[in-house]
């Protein structure tokens, strides 16, 4: 059972006022890479604007935690397909020790490519962001006093 669970307003028709949608667009080019960005609607932005911090550590959290949610997924189809086809049913059947003990072996996986994906990616999604950031930075730099400039 899920200790944690969600509030209704996530599931409600679009308007709750803690709650914002994001589109995730994602594309395979040629060359069979993954390609994905995501937009926010002008009036969820409007409302996320007035979250903490503006949203973005929000936003952040929940993209990585849909990341490492679709990576679980995928690692546990991959060892049911492959080595464990009744992994599920074992997990089903076996006492609360016995399942805890299946999770951690599906989050063990699921960290290891999440942790080499993101070694892997990190530096690339350095130069991305320090590059978007620059060309947004200010230009000249804003003096709150005659000693000290602000930039």
């Known amino acids: 059972m899920i200790q944690n669970e969600p509030p209704k307003e996530l ?8 709650v914002v949608r994001l589109e995730i667009r994602l594309c395979l080019d040629a ?8 937009l926010i609607p002008p ?13 973005t550590r929000q936003v952040g959290h929940a993209l990585l935690t849909e ?13 049911m397909s492959a080595e464990r086809p009744g992994f599920v049913d074992e997990w089903r059947v076996v006492d ?3 399942k805890k003990a299946l999770e951690d072996e599906i989050a063990l996986l699921a960290h290891g ?3 080499t994906t993101a070694r892997k990616m990190a530096p690339d999604t350095a130069k991305e962001i320090l590059t978007m950031l620059s060309g947004q930075a200010r ?3 804003v003096t709150t006093s005659e000693d000290e400039p602000q930039v």
Do not use: C, I, Q
């Open 11 to 18: 599931f409600a028709p679009d308007g709750a006022e803690n």
């Open 31 to 38: 060359a069979g890479n993954v390609w994905s960005l995501h």
């Open 43 to 55: 009036e969820d932005e409007r409302r996320l604007l007035t979250w903490p911090g503006g949203g």
């Open 67 to 79: 990341a490492l949610r679709r990576e679980t997924f995928n690692t546990a189809l991959a060892l």
């Open 96 to 98: 609360d020790a016995g």
């Open 113 to 115: 490519v999440v942790s």
């Open 139 to 141: 230009k000249t730099p």
